[in-house]
């Protein structure tokens, strides 16, 4: 009964390290510069809040972690964080493409990557988060602008 006692223990301390080092690595996990809090507003107030992180995740990819809330549940306008990757190349920002999250009437949180480029040496994310109107234009908060050299 020892042994088996022994094996469970040392099967729980390996599953333990095993989370424990996803988690270091994970998206969420990553160690970034803080852009938040973001909201989107009109003339009666708040809509949307977002806040985040912008990381190295690993030295592969750079990461935006995001959070997001739908402030004004009731009237069916989903939310949803948009992100615009750029990599410094010979002194020049050159983007590397727009994502968006998922969209959600309540509160919700993900990352967006974009793999870093071995000819660049700086990665920026432009960070804005929006509230997704059907028939109008979505509303967005300014832009959060956050970089890191690599």
């Known amino acids: 009964m020892a042994r088996i006692r022994h094996l469970l223990t040392a099967s729980t301390l390996v599953a333990a390290s095993l989370l424990t080092s996803f988690l270091a690595t994970s998206p969420a ?11 989107a507003r009109n003339d009666s107030g708040k809509l949307a809040r ?23 549940r009731s009237d069916h306008n989903p939310v949803y964080v948009e992100a615009e990757f750029f990599f410094l190349k010979g002194g020049k920002w050159e983007s590397a493409g727009t994502t968006q999250t998922a969209r959600t009437d309540t509160s919700d949180s993900g990352s967006m990557s974009r793999k870093l480029r071995h000819d660049a040496h700086a990665a920026r994310a432009v960070i804005k988060v929006c509230v997704d109107r059907a028939h109008w234009s979505d509303v967005c908060s300014p832009s959060a602008v956050v970089s890191f050299s690599y």
């Open 29 to 39: 996990a990553a160690q970034g510069k803080a852009w938040g809090k973001l909201y």
């Open 50 to 72: 977002a806040y985040g992180d912008f990381a190295n995740n690993g030295g592969v990819y750079a990461t935006v972690g995001a959070n997001w809330d739908d402030l004004r």
